[in-house]
């Protein structure tokens, strides 16, 4: 394995250093800062993300600013998506390839590092703190698989590892770098009023991944070549059902969720609506039969004001139809997840 060799002209040490923008991403920063080393800052934004509403990349930006050093941010796309259909390691709970997916952001750490004639990568991760991905087997496989045996240091919990190559050159300073481990927050708030930090977001970060009825739907998804971006897009709003033709059917739940179905529809996907009565928008993604129509209605009129008439009027490509509300029995055979 081969590292790319500090240029001469370089007078300080470099890292590179993954910042979500959460306290541990922060407090390692600041950690590695205080050693008077020069930190770049990379930030990854998924499309599994549920951090705060404006978005981890939002988070990331004011982290940076508030440490005073550049930030480069990567979106996880296709390839990302691909990875999540066949990982090498497996799942946890949900459909979270957490080492898989760890191995991807380091991997890509490792590149910016080349790129800069960086010395090693740090990150703000804790031992025994999430149960898949950081434990220490596994700290030691992501490192292998990205390219960044002894190259990566975690200044939070460095004490507890094997020294990395920048501690051993003296690069770092290995003394003045901790020993925290495990689930307990308190070492990290005991740090962070230290340094004065005080404002901070979630600090264990939000992936959709983990969650059990996304992940049911995004495993249907898969299974029925549903794997764009925009497909992603989808899974993340509305009640789901998959109709016998094999077509997804998408349903808002309130105003917001029908303006967002609204937004991502195109001219390949049939849109219904009720006419006079409040209710859902509903979309038929990439098709529309007769058949799909009539029972995407049903479920219009069933999650409408309307529930309980006989049948309430929908409008589906400039023409209004009469809609009946489906049984509940019959909405249980087509539900994705919960
Ligand atoms: S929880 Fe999600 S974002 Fe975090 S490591 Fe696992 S898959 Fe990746």
Known sequence: MTFSISSPKK????????????????????????????????????????????GCRHEARKAADLLGVP?????????????IKKPRHGYGSGMNPCIDCRVFTFTHARYYMEELSADFVFTGEVLGERPMSQHL?????????????????????????????????????????LTIQGRSRKPQMALAARFGIKDYPCPAGGCLLTDKNFAARLRD????????????????????????????????RDERENRVLNNLATASDTLIQPVTIPGPTVI???????????????????????????????????????????????INTLRIGE
Request: aromatic share 4%; charged share 25%.
């Open 11 to 54: 007078m300080r040490v470099r890292a590179v250093g993954l910042l979500s923008g959460g306290l541990d991403s922060i407090l390692a920063c600041r950690l590695i800062l205080e050693q008077g080393i020069e930190v770049f800052a990379l930030n990854f934004v998924s499309p599994f993300c549920t951090c705060t509403k404006k």
């Open 71 to 83: 930030l480069k941010v990567i979106a996880k796309g296709a390839d990302y998506i691909q990875l």
């Open 137 to 177: 087997q596994a700290l030691k496989l992501i490192e292998q698989d990205s390219g960044l045996s002894g190259r990566v240091l975690r200044p939070l919990s460095a004490k507890l590892l094997e020294p990395t190559i920048p501690e051993t050159r003296g690069l770092v300073d290995r003394e003045k770098l």
């Open 221 to 252: 998804a898969f299974a029925h070549g549903e794997d764009s971006l925009r497909d992603i897009q989808f899974l993340k709003v509305g009640r789901h059902f998959r109709l016998g033709s094999g077509k997804k059917v998408v349903v808002g």
């Open 284 to 330: 038929i993604v990439q098709g529309g039969t007769t058949e799909d129509i009539e029972i995407a209605s049903g479920l219009c009129a069933r999650y409408s004001d309307g529930k309980n008439l006989p049948s309430i009027q929908v409008q589906c490509a400039g023409s209004i139809l009469d809609a009946r509300p489906l049984s509940e029995e019959t």
